[in-house]
C-alpha cells in the first residue's frame, strides 16, 4: 500500500495560504473532469513508459484510481485553504495489493511527473478567469511539491521497515546455522535474503566491534563487499557470527575482514558445501574461539582445525574424534613401529640419540620413521605446535584403547 500513499499523501500537507480562493464553481468543474485528467493522465504514462504497459489491468486500473483520488484531493485541498488537509488512502485500499510490489520509488516519480504536467495543462483551462488560473498554477505548483515530499517519506520509511525487517531475517538465519535448524527453514529465510543456500559457506566467530554496532557491522560488509565476498552477519551477545562465500583469496580477505572484529581471537570454521552444512563450520569456529586463549601467539584469524589441541583439551568431543582421525588411526594403518617410535620421541623431549638408544636401532632409522610419520598424517614431529597435536592424539587414542578393552 506504501506506493498508493505517494500520489495521495496520508501526511499532514502544507496550509495553502493563497487568497482569495478559487470560486466554488471552478471546484466543481474540477470535480467533474477528475475522470478526464485521470484517464489523460495514464493514456501519457502508457505511451511514455514501457514497463507502465506491461502492468495488468488491475495494476492500471489501481493506478487510475489513485490518480481520481489525487485530484479530488486537490479540490478539497483548494477550498479550504486556511486549514491543514489530512488526505486519507481509503480510495487506494481497493487497488491491487501487489501494485505496491511492482512500481519501484524511480517509476513512481515518473508516474507523478506525468500527473502534474496533465495537471498544469488541463486544470487551468477550467478556471473562470484569468485570477483563478493564476490561482490554480501556483496550486498545482504547492500540491506537487508536497507530493514529492510525501513520497520521499514514504519511500525512505519503506526501506527504514525493510531494512529491520531484513536485518531480523539475517539474524534468525544466523542463529539457525549455529543451533543446526531444519534445513528447509534455512533455506527459506535465506532465499528471502536472496543468499543461494548452495553456495559454499565459512562461518568467522570473534568479538563483536564495540560502540555503534549498526555501523561497525556496515563496515564489515563494506569490506566484504570490496573483497567480492557475500556475508550474513548476526551479534550474539559479545560474539560476532559472520557467514561468507569463499573467494580466491581467502587467506587475504579472511585477515582483512578480521581487522574489523574486536580486539581478541578470530576463529575460522572449514568451509562447507552450502548453508545446510554449515552448521558444522559454526560448531567448530565456536568450539575454536572457547580454546583459543589456550594458544598465546595464535595468529589472527586462526582455523579452528589449527586450534585442535587445545580444543580437546577444553573437552570438544568433535575435536577429539578428529585428531585420532587424523593422527593415530592412520598410524596404526600404516603398520610397523611408527606409532611406538613417535611415542619413544615426543616423551623424550625430541631427542632423537636418545629415543634411537631406548629402541636399540640405529639414529638414521629413527629418523625415517619420523619422516613417514609426518607422510602419513600430514605433521611434522619436528614442529612444536605438530608434536603437540601428535602427542595429544595417541594420549586420547590409548585413553579410548584403554576404555574400550575395559567393558
Not at 495494476?59 to 486537490?74: E, K, M
Not at 485541498?77 to 488512502?89: D, F, N, Q, S, V
Not at 610397523?336 to 623431549?349: F, I
Amino acid at each position: 500500500m506504501s506506493v498508493f500513499r505517494v500520489m495521495l499523501p496520508h501526511v499532514s500537507t502544507a496550509r495553502f495560504q493563497l487568497q482569495p480562493t478559487v470560486s466554488a464553481r471552478t471546484r466543481r468543474r474540477l470535480e467533474q473532469a477528475s475522470g478526464g485528467l485521470a484517464t489523460a493522465s495514464l493514456t501519457v504514462m502508457s505511451e511514455r513508459f514501457p514497463w507502465f504497459r506491461r502492468l495488468s489491468a488491475d495494476q492500471r486500473a489501481g493506478v487510475l484510481l489513485v490518480t481520481q483520488t489525487g485530484v479530488a484531493n486537490f479540490v478539497v485541498w483548494l477550498g479550504e485553504p486556511k486549514e491543514t488537509i489530512r488526505l486519507t488512502a481509503e480510495a487506494f485500499r481497493n487497488a491491487p495489493k501487489d501494485l505496491a510490489r511492482r512500481i519501484s520509488l524511480r517509476q513512481t516519480v515518473e508516474l507523478v511527473r506525468v500527473a502534474i504536467e496533465v495537471f498544469e495543462q488541463q486544470l487551468p483551462t477550467l478556471a473562470a478567469d484569468e485570477r483563478e488560473r493564476r490561482l490554480l498554477v501556483e496550486a498545482i505548483l504547492r500540491f506537487g511539491r508536497e507530493i514529492a515530499f510525501a513520497a520521499a517519506t514514504v519511500y525512505a520509511g519503506a526501506a527504514e521497515s525493510r531494512g529491520a525487517w531484513d536485518a531480523r531475517l539475517e539474524a534468525l538465519v544466523v542463529d539457525g546455522v549455529v543451533r543446526g535448524e531444519p534445513t528447509d527453514v534455512l533455506v527459506s529465510r535465506s532465499s528471502a535474503l536472496g543468499w543461494d543456500a548452495q553456495r559454499p559457506v565459512t562461518v568467522l566467530v570473534g568479538r563483536a566491534p564495540p560502540g555503534n554496532q549498526p555501523e561497525s557491522l556496515a563496515a564489515i560488509r563494506r569490506v566484504a563487499s570490496q573483497l567480492g565476498r557475500a556475508v550474513l552477519l548476526g551479534v550474539q551477545g559479545p560474539r560476532l557470527v559472520a557467514l561468507f562465500s569463499p573467494s580466491e583469496n581467502d587467506a587475504r580477505s579472511s585477515v582483512l575482514i578480521a581487522e574489523s572484529f574486536a580486539p581478541g581471537p578470530v576463529v575460522i570454521g572449514p568451509t562447507a558445501t552450502g548453508l545446510t552444512s554449515a552448521h558444522i563450520s559454526a560448531r567448530d569456529a565456536l568450539a575454536g574461539l572457547r580454546a583459543a586463549p589456550g594458544w598465546l601467539d595464535a595468529p589472527r584469524p586462526v582455523l579452528a582445525a589449527d586450534l585442535l589441541p587445545e580444543r580437546v583439551l577444553a573437552g570438544d568431543p568433535h575435536a577429539r574424534r578428529q585428531l585420532i582421525a587424523e593422527v593415530a588411526e592412520p598410524l596404526s594403518a600404516a603398520g610397523g613401529e611408527l606409532a611406538h617410535t613417535l611415542a619413544c620421541y615426543l616423551d623424550g623431549g625430541g631427542a632423537l640419540e636418545a629415543c634411537a638408544r631406548s629402541l636399540f636401532v640405529h639414529p638414521n632409522t629413527v629418523r625415517y620413521r619420523l619422516r613417514r610419520v609426518t607422510e602419513v598424517t600430514g605433521r611434522n614431529p619436528t614442529d612444536s605446535r605438530d608434536a603437540l597435536a601428535l602427542r595429544i592424539a595417541l594420549i586420547v587414542n590409548r585413553l579410548d584403547l584403554t576404555d574400550e578393552s575395559s567393558r
